[in-house]
């Protein structure tokens, strides 16, 4: 058994990992991206099962996700307080957005299940996001 010493440094350790980790940009922002892509996602599915289309619920849930992650990314992500970014950070969503129809309508013509494939589609649309802000709308 660890002995209480022992027990401590480990714990000591672990949260000066867990602090180093939180220091990296791209760290907090899948961190952030979690909350952000639960709750997106999350009405996608709402909307998804009261039965409207895909392309629709897809699109309320982008705009509803846009507002939410603004505040989110740019405050805990980006470290920035700038509220004149938000028309850049759309941009950047509608890039994102127009992607994450292609796909999705590639994977409704083929007849995809359309849960595991907004699913699917959660982590390289989510990489795409953070390049695009981290590059042209929080660049520092």
């Known amino acids: 058994m660890l002995k209480k010493k022992e027990l401590i440094l480990m ?5 000066r990992l867990v602090s ?3 220091d990296k ?3 907090r922002f899948f961190l952030v991206s979690g909350i952000n892509t639960l709750f997106g996602y999350g009405l996608f599915a709402i ?7 895909y392309s629709i619920a897809l699109l309320i849930s982008t705009i509803t996700g846009v507002l939410f992650n603004f505040n989110t990314l740019r405050s805990l992500v980006f470290k920035n307080k700038k ?9 950047v969503y509608i890039v994102t957005y127009l992607c994450n129809l ?4 590639i994977f409704n013509y083929f007849n995809f299940n359309l849960y595991l494939g907004g699913a699917i589609l959660v982590i390289p649309v989510g990489l795409l996001t953070y ?3 981290n590059n042209l709308v929080f660049k520092n």
């Open 11 to 15: 714990k000591n350790k672990l949260i």
């Open 20 to 22: 180093v980790l939180l």
């Open 25 to 27: 940009k791209l760290v």
């Open 47 to 53: 909307l998804l099962y009261l039965g409207i289309i």
């Open 83 to 91: 509220n004149s970014l938000l028309f850049k950070f759309i941009g």
């Open 102 to 105: 292609c796909c999705m309508s």
């Open 131 to 133: 390049t695009l802000n």
